[in-house]
């Protein structure tokens, strides 16, 4: 009886299961990105590199990169990732010297983040990945014809 009842629920189900609404991916909130915030940092004082991004608020997050050697700046960015009103979410950049462009969020889960812009001249891809006190940021693309990336290894800094 029990066998016939098991099989009876697996007919059931079998037949019911393409009804069934499937889960929706959900799209990721700014929220969801709110453990990139706060300072990290790669070096001493008189060679660094650091990114400082502020919590997620309204339709942002705010952030700079700041890069030292030698006690002289060498770069410095302006970021911000921006919420749409249609849910994507874009990585905006104002490096030093260049012209502002924008990456859009195309992987997303609870540890990376993986922006891009195929027509962007280098880089085409901006990473984010996480590990407990640990980021690590990494642009690639092509350049030249030829693929390559950077990485920026950081560490969990005091937000001075």
Known sequence: MRRIFILLLFALLALFLPFIPKAQNKKPTLNDLRWLSGCWAN????????????????????????????????????LRIQQQKNGDIYYVADPSGQAQDSFKLVKFNAAELVFENPKHDFPQRIIYRRKGDSLFARIEGKSSGKEHGIDFPMKRAKCD
Do not use: Q
Not at 48 to 64: D, N, Q
């Open 43 to 78: 070096g001493g004082t008189s060679d660094r590199y650091e990114e400082h991004w502020i919590k997620p608020a309204g339709t942002s997050v705010l952030g700079i990169s700041h890069t030292v050697a030698n006690d002289t700046t060498l770069a410095f960015e302006f």
